[in-house]
Structure formats: structure tokens, C-alpha cells
């Protein structure tokens, strides 16, 4: 069905899209800023994934499970998912190289997890170990979602591996639930989706209908208040209005982001035009109204939700890391349908800065939050605040996984080939290595995003005429291609090409700043710092002895210059200058307004990216700093 496309997302060949995704066997990172982070996710992340998995207690309830049934169950209600997206890492990791001793700890599991599933097909550990009647909570047991995130494990092993053990749990799986939902069964619905997206990869890879049947059944049942009696309110679930009618994304970001995924593959696999319109919009009010200038999605710890619109307050943002994956991959979805290239600056934005900074650059630690302000002085009231620093798992550990898959699979977002008449690939993410589609045989040069060319040089290329793309990020006003500016959007050089062909795009990485929406209440007249694609934050580290960031202010018209890479971090880094205030041991927080300002000292201090803060330690942090 899905052809030959060995990545995370494979439209079938009926699917109505712009562009078709390049597999992760078609983009080979070799080498600059994306191949240490994959070099440390294999070598560390995956490795003491497993582990934790272990000492979590979630293989063990696999293993009590497939025991018949009996013992204790251990951790939260959806515990069997973090091992999916564990599987689903370890799949894309050995497609990417080859990892035999992987590959067993793999197949382990996955003989585990075989053991594990009843005769019918039904599989859910927790359930099946709580005694619970099945489907009889759905709204909190989750047992769709965890079969949405085990098809998608399926599915990647298959892709990735070659090794078709867990397909065949997942089609059991699958079956079952088309027997038991749907127009003419069941009318429950999961609380939390993911199950749609994961029934259209399962079509995609099977060609079994039912299963794009079932998942677009899912998409438009929600919306109803179905979910509404389990002790929060229809918004919480995305289930206050149907998808078709919604106009922006609310409750639960995970949930709504995974909801937009899965409508978004359904409306490309049915040619709904109207379904894709509708998530389109919702996409575009969420990103106008509702994201954090880091990509971040969520602004309430209050449900894990998002907020009204212009409700981004920095020190209590949410912005779960699972929030900024779902994000990415609904953009990514948006892509390939429409062909609009400011999804695949979406997608670089949440990568970039709303999902790396949920892992520490060691590779074995994590946030769960990720808060644009910790104030010095903040009380760590819970794990999942960033006032304790990233911490090596969680009781509630969805993130940890959710990052390892994506990062395994990253090159499956790098690049695209068109779905019209003639050879033409699309270059979105830039990574160092080798991309070969569409006839193509591509090396690409580049240390993006800490440096802003991208040397492109061809090693094969089509007999015929032929097109190659590059995106120009909307934020690179001056970029250029061979010399000449060019705007925004998709770069397209159209020819025949041959062998020792370059092409050269220059980014620009001058620091800028970026103002804040005066609708943004908490960040009013202050300002923010970046560099490229990268956010920076300014942490207590670089402020001089007495200077208190909390009181930092920043000069928007004083020198904003790259800095000296830090030698600790390896990152870039941004220098600027602005001023702290001497206040007197005591001060009232509410002068009279027009009173005397205090008096001010003037400081410099340097900023590093967002993704690389509390790298050092647990500290204070700021994104966005006041400019007045």
C-alpha cells in the first residue's frame, strides 16, 4: 500500500497529497549538529530507556500479563504505551544502523508483548491485570491509545526491521477493535486519541480498509460529549466539538495535537477536502493564538491544556514535550498534504525549540515541562516542574520515549519528493549527509543550525529534467541560493542536472530580536533572542555576581553579537547588554505610579539556546526579557 517509504508516515498511493515523505533509508545523517544529538540518543537515551522501562515496572506488567493474568499492576493506567514508543524508537534506530544487540532486545520485547495479548486479540496489561472490565472506563483507561502507539511500533518495526512479529499483534489488535467499535458496535470513545493516526499507518502498511473505516468513524464521533462523564469536562478530551466545526484546538494539547494528526491522514487517504480544511484552520489559529514562541503547546497546568488565546504566561507555561511532538507531527502531516512550506518551518520550530530542550544534552535526562521562566527562588512543588532540572524518568514517563522515537526517525522529516508530473525532491530540514530520492543522489554539507550554509552537491541525478527545492525559513530575509537573494518559502532550481552539480544556500544567523504580542500579557514590551531557527535563554550562570535575572532588562537598541561557543555546552551563544536596577533592602512592588525609577547598573551577559539551558545545574532561566 505505502510502497517503499520506510518512515513514520507513508501515504498510500491514493492518498490525495503535495508531497511524499523521503523514508529514513533515504537520508543518511552523517555528521554536524543532528548527528551528535542522534549519536546520543542511540548510544545513551534508547540504551537507558530499557532500563527504566525495567526498573519502572512496565515490562514487568507485560511479563505478569503474559503469565496469565495474575499479580500487581504497576504505574500509571497506560503504562504499556512508553514501551510501544520505546519499540518504535528501537525499530527506527536500527533502520538508521543496523544495531544488532538492538535488534535482540527488540525482538525480546516483542515476543513479550506477543505472549501477552489474549486470543481474541485484546491486549492491555493494566486492565487485563486490574481485573477491569474491558472498555468499561475508556474514558481513563486508555486502552486505545496504547493500541494506537503498539500499531505504530508495528508498523515501524516493519518499515525499519523487516521483522514482522509485532504486525502481526497489531492486526490481531486491529481486528479486534474493528469488531467491537464503530457505527455498528460500540460508541465508546478512548479519552485520550492517538488510535486514529496509528489505524491509517496500519491501513497504509495492511490495505486493510476497516481499518482507515474505523479511524475516520473515531475522528467524527468525537465532539459529542461522549467522554464528558469521567470527571472532566468534554473540552478535556476534544470531544465539545466535532472536528469538522472546530476552529481552534482546545483542552488537553496532547490530545487535541494527536486528534489533528490522526483527521489530518484520514482527510488525505479519503480525499476530504472539507476534513483538511478544518484542521488547517485549526492549525493556523493555534499556531496565531495559542504557541509559545519556542513551538512550546500548552498553557495551563490546569488539565495540560491550552489556554485562551494570548494565554502564554513564561513562568507557568506547560508546554509538555509530548505536546511539541504531537505539534510537529500534525505540521509534518500539513506538509505533505497542502505542499505549504511554513508547516516545515512549524516542524523546525518544535524540534528545534519545543521538543529538544526535553533532553539533556547527556542524553539520559528529561523534561516534562518546559517553562520559559524559572524564577530564582522557585519551589520545586512537583516532579514535572523545571525548577528541579531535567530528571532521569518520571511516574508518569510518556516524554522520555516519545523523544527517543522522534529523534530515531528524524531523517524521515528531512526531505520530500513531489507527487506531480517529472523528478522533483524538496529539501526541508537540513541535516549533514546523504539523500538519495527521486533519482537524486544528494551530499549535503552543513553544521545548521549552528551555522547557516548549506553546501548541496550532486552525486546522481536523473537523465531528464528535474527539479530540487530548498526551503527558505520565513524568518531568513537575505537568504540566498548561489548568490541570489530569494524569498521565503521553496527554493526551486529546475534543469538537468549531473554529477559534481553544487548548490549553495546561505541562511542568515545574525542574532536578532523577536517582540512580544502586546496581547501576551506577561511578556508585554519585552523581547526575545535568536539566531536562526534557535531561541535563546539567558540563565543566572551568565549574569555578573549581584545581578539578579528576575531584574534583568535588555537594551533593543545596544550590541547584539554572537558570542564565543561555550567550551561546557558546545553551543552557540549570544551576547548582548542591558541593565539590572539597585534597589534598597527593602522596596514596596506597588510605587505610586510616575514615582522616580531606581537606579539602574548596567550589565552584560550572554544568552544560550533554548534547548541547551539547565545543562550546568538547575537554575534560573528567562526567555523573554524586558525592553524597558
Request: overall charge negative.
Amino acid at each position: 500500500m505505502s510502497g517503499t517509504v520506510r518512515g513514520p508516515l507513508a501515504p498510500s498511493e491514493a492518498a490525495r497529497v503535495a508531497f511524499r515523505p523521503v523514508g529514513v533509508d533515504g537520508v543518511t545523517v552523517t555528521g554536524g549538529f543532528w548527528a551528535e544529538r542522534l549519536s546520543v540518543n542511540a548510544a545513551v537515551s534508547i540504551p537507558e530507556g530499557w532500563q527504566q522501562l525495567h526498573r519502572a515496572g512496565n515490562v514487568g506488567n507485560l511479563e505478569r500479563a503474559a503469565g496469565g493474568g495474575t499479580g500487581r499492576a504497576v504505574g500509571d493506567i497506560f503504562a504499556d504505551s512508553d514501551v510501544y514508543k520505546w519499540l518504535e524508537a528501537a525499530a527506527w534506530e536500527i533502520a538508521r544502523t543496523g544495531d544488532g544487540a538492538l535488534r535482540e532486545r527488540q525482538r525480546e520485547l516483542t515476543r513479550l508483548v506477543a505472549s501477552a495479548q489474549a486470543e481474541d486479540g485484546y491486549l492491555d496489561s493494566m486492565v487485563q491485570l486490574r481485573g477491569i472490565a474491558r472498555y468499561s472506563e475508556l474514558g481513563w483507561t486508555h486502552e486505545l491509545y496504547c493500541a494506537g502507539h503498539l500499531m505504530q511500533a508495528a508498523v515501524a518495526q516493519v518499515r525499519g526491521t523487516g521483522d514482522t512479529a509485532l504486525l502481526d499483534v497489531a492486526v490481531r489488535l486491529a481486528d479486534h477493535l474493528v469488531a467491537t467499535f464503530g457505527p455498528d458496535g460500540s460508541h465508546e470513545l478512548d479519552g485520550h486519541p492517538e488510535i486514529e493516526t496509528a489505524l491509517v499507518e496500519l491501513y497504509r502498511e495492511t490495505g486493510t480498509r476497516a481499518y482507515l473505516d474505523l479511524a475516520g468513524w473515531f475522528v467524527d464521533a468525537r465532539g459529542h460529549g461522549t467522554v464528558a462523564a469521567y470527571g472532566r469536562d468534554s473540552t478535556y478530551f476534544s470531544d465539545r466539538v466535532p472536528v469538522r466545526e472546530a476552529t481552534s484546538v482546545e483542552g488537553h494539547a496532547v490530545r487535541a495535537v494527536y486528534l489533528a494528526s490522526g483527521a489530518a491522514d484520514v482527510a488525505v487517504e479519503t480525499g476530504d477536502d472539507r476534513l483538511l480544511d478544518a484542521v488547517a484552520g485549526q492549525f493556523a489559529s493555534m499556531t496565531a493564538t495559542k504557541q509559545y514562541v519556542t513551538g512550546g503547546l500548552g498553557a495551563r497546568w490546569e488539565g495540560e491544556a491550552f489556554g485562551d488565546p494570548f494565554e502564554l504566561p513564561s513562568d507557568r507555561a506547560y508546554a509538555e514535550s509530548c505536546a511539541a511532538i504531537g505539534g510537529l507531527q500534525w505540521a509534518h502531516r500539513m506538509l505533505v498534504a497542502t505542499g505549504d512550506e511554513r508547516y516545515a518551518d512549524q516542524v523546525e520550530r518544535m524540534l528545534l525549540n519545543g521538543m529538544l530542550p526535553g533532553v539533556s544534552l547527556r542524553g539520559g535526562e528529561y523534561f516534562y515541562v518546559n517553562a520559559l521562566q524559572v524564577r530564582n527562588g522557585a519551589e520545586p512543588d512537583d516532579q514535572r516542574n523545571p525548577v528541579n532540572g531535567r530528571l532521569g524518568w518520571f511516574s508518569t514517563a510518556c516524554c522520555p520515549p516519545n523523544i527517543m522515537r522522534t529523534l530515531a526517525s528524524l531523517g524521515a522529516y528531512a526531505a520530500t519528493t513531489g507527487s506531480g508530473d517529472g523528478p522533483s525532491l524538496q529539501l526541508h530540514q537540513y541535516v549533514h549527509g546523504t539523500v538519495r530520492a527521486a533519482g537524486f543522489v544528494l551530499d549535503v554539507e552543513t553544521d545548521y543550525p549552528r551555522d547557516g550554509r548549506v553546501t548541496v552537491t550532486v552525486r546522481d541525478a536523473p537523465v531528464e529534467e528535474a527539479e530540487l527545492a530548498f526551503r527558505v525559513p520565513g524568518w531568513a530575509q537575505g537568504a540566498t541560493v548561489d548568490g541570489a537573494s530569494v524569498e521565503p518559502g521553496l527554493a526551486a532550481r529546475r534543469r538537468r542536472w549531473t554529477a559534481g552539480d553544487r548548490v549553495v544556500l546561505d541562511l542568515p544567523m545574525e542574532p536578532r530580536l523577536i517582540a512580544a504580542d502586546d496581547r501576551i500579557d506577561g511578556i508585554r514590551d519585552s523581547v526575545a533572542i535568536a539566531a536562526g531557527p534557535l531561541v535563546f535563554a539567558v540563565e543566572q550562570a551568565d549574569l555578573p555576581d549581584g545581578a539578579e535575572i528576575d531584574d534583568l532588562h535588555i537594551d533593543p537598541e545596544g550590541p547584539l553579537r554572537k558570542g564565543e561557543p561555550d567550551a561546557t555546552l558546545a553551543v552557540p551563544t549570544v551576547a548582548a547588554a542591558g541593565w539590572v536596577h539597585r534597589h534598597g533592602p527593602r522596596i514596596d512592588p506597588y510605587p505610586p505610579a510616575g514615582g522616580g525609577a531606581p537606579e539602574r547598573r548596567s550589565v552584560a551577559f550572554r544568552a544560550v539556546p533554548y534547548f541547551a539551558w539547565a545543562n550546568r545545574g538547575a537554575d534560573a532561566m528567562r526567555v523573554w526579557i524586558p525592553a524597558r
